[in-house]
Nanobody, 124 residues
Framework: QVQLVESGGGLVQAGGSLRLSCAAS????????MAWFRQAPGKEREFVAT????????RYADSVKGRFTISRDNAKNTVYLQMNSLKPDDTAVYYC?????????????????WGQGTQVTVSS
């Protein structure tokens, strides 16, 4: 079992930055692919970014490429999402997820564990 707790969300003006953190507890964090998804009101949960177990490979949604950076610190059992040049369209609840079955997966059904989410609101 893996438990995930997100933090770092908040209200920011367009063009600003936020850094999300996801702290994991339980066994096997360093063997999991980790990812960030987001869900805006009335919309489906969508993929944002994913990182493999070592941090050596990443994958991003086109909508965030060049603005967001995913990283991980296996010694601290934590994954991060640095978000720069934020836009109002980035407003959503951001979820951290872990998968022990797939590498760099981009659909929610490929992930086994989820956090409760953290709200990010970008004002125009």
């Amino acid at each position: 079992q893996v438990q995930l707790v997100e933090s770092g969300g908040g209200l920011v003006q367009a063009g600003g930055s936020l850094r999300l953190s996801c702290a994991a507890s339980g066994r096997g964090f360093s063997r999991h692919t980790m990812a960030w998804f987001r869900q805006a009101p009335g919309k489906e949960r969508e993929f944002v970014a994913t990182i493999n177990w070592s941090g050596g490979s990443t994958r991003y949604a086109d909508s965030v490429k060049g603005r967001f950076t995913i990283s991980r610190d296996n010694a601290k059992n934590t994954v991060y999402l640095q978000m720069n040049s934020l836009k109002p369209d980035d407003t959503a609840v951001y979820y951290c997820a872990a998968s022990f079955r797939y590498i760099l997966a981009i659909t929610p059904r490929e992930y086994d564990y989820w956090g409760q989410g953290t709200q990010v609101t970008v004002s125009s």
